[in-house]
């Protein structure tokens, strides 16, 4: 595609529920990254994919997040047992080489109420 | 480690003024570094990309430096506008783990 399409763009969940929130990268790009951006706070990394292995899963949080990409193509990051500390906003981002720039979707406001 | 800092971390200033925002970073080990803007509520919108080789890049009314052995980069906006008005976000691609490490962040307001 044109761009980095994540989706929902919005979703608001209860306490204590499972939430899957998707990446499609741009087409040809083989590194896939996620980020979290909390109110008022930086960018965290949480997962680094090239192709459909994770090389670097150093920023997840905690037992409850994964994430998976399937024919080096869309990315599916899963919360397990939302908390309210989960709520943030989660952007993707797709590169092709190393000497390339990243391009972010517009990313998922998480709220976990 | 590699830190990413920002200076100023906020600024507002009136239409017209030119302005420069630093960043700086403590690992010169680093592919490239790039320049983001974020409105709010929004996503990330790429706006240069600097190779570790380059000492700048420029698209319209932006200019960005890059002196890496010193671990230093310079946006310059010319001519500011109001539609200038964001957070402005370095991030360093790192050698080793290929991932971004971004800056605090400049939040500009650029007023009429």
């Known amino acids: 595609g044109a761009g980095v399409s994540q989706s929902p763009s919005n979703k608001v969940t209860e306490k204590g529920k499972d939430v899957e929130l998707r990446c499609d990268p741009i087409?040809?790009?083989?590194?896939l990254y996620w980020y979290r951006q909390s109110l008022g706070q930086g960018l965290e990394f949480l997962i680094y994919f090239q192709g459909n292995s994770a090389p670097d899963k150093s920023g997840l949080p905690s037992d409850r997040f994964s994430a998976e990409r399937t024919g080096g193509s869309v990315s599916t990051l899963t919360i397990q047992r939302t908390q309210q500390e989960d709520s943030a906003v989660y952007l993707c981002?797709?590169?092709?080489?190393?000497?390339?720039?990243?391009?972010f979707g517009s990313g998922t406001r998480l709220t976990v109420v | 480690k590699q830190e990413v800092t920002q200076i100023p971390a906020a600024l507002s200033v009136p239409e017209g003024e030119n302005l420069v925002l630093n960043c700086s970073f403590t690992d010169s080990a680093i592919y490239n570094l790039q320049w983001f803007r974020q409105d709010p509520g929004k996503g990330l919108t790429s706006l240069l990309l600097?190779?570790?080789?380059?000492r700048e890049q420029t698209s319209g009314r932006l200019n960005a430096s890059l002196d890496k052995s010193s671990g230093r980069s310079t946006l310059y906006i010319a001519a500011s506008q109001p539609g200038d008005s964001a957070t402005y976000l370095c991030?360093?691609?790192?050698?080793?783990?290929?991932?971004?490490?971004f800056g605090t962040g400049t939040r500009l307001q650029v007023f009429p």
């Open positions: 991030a360093v691609r790192r050698v080793d783990t290929d991932k971004l490490i």
């Open positions: 600097i190779q570790s080789s380059q």
């Open positions: 981002a797709s590169s092709a080489l190393l000497t390339h720039g990243y391009t």
């Open positions: 087409s040809g790009h083989t590194a």
